[in-house]
């Protein structure tokens, strides 16, 4: 069975990431190994040793590759964070709204300058 581990590293802000498989009780890591053909191995970790991992890369690049990973193979995922998004925004614009209401400052003018301020948030102006 092949399994995947990340171990952050917060100097110098990496994720090392293992591709792992254990066949007959042992742990071997994937390593590629760039160069006019590349080629790649499973290689043998011993249990008591750090071993190298597959792959080190910058967190900001794990994560894009993270969210390309989830969006390729679960994009129900991104709806639903995008849902979330969406209803903490209306929440925060109901909380406004009600706020506005409470103070007896709505007329029309407040109204037009709320909906222009939203506008242009948005670039729609």
């Not at 590293?9 to 990431?17: E, G, N, V």
């Amino acid at each position: 069975m092949i399994q995947v581990y990340i171990n952050n590293d917060f100097i110098p802000f990496t994720a090392k990431i293992y591709i792992t498989r254990k066949i007959e009780g042992e742990r071997d890591v994937f390593h590629v190994h760039p160069g006019e053909t590349d080629t790649y191995s499973w290689d043998h970790v011993d249990p008591l040793m750090e071993a190298e991992p597959t792959i080190t890369l910058p967190m900001d690049m794990a994560e894009a590759l993270f969210l390309a990973l989830r969006d390729k193979f679960d994009p129900d995922a991104s709806q639903v964070i995008l849902r979330k998004d969406y209803d903490s925004e209306r929440a925060r614009v109901d909380k406004l709204i009600d706020k506005v209401l409470v103070q007896g400052e709505i007329n029309s003018y407040n109204v037009q300058k709320f909906i222009d301020t939203i506008r242009e948030s948005q670039g729609m102006r």
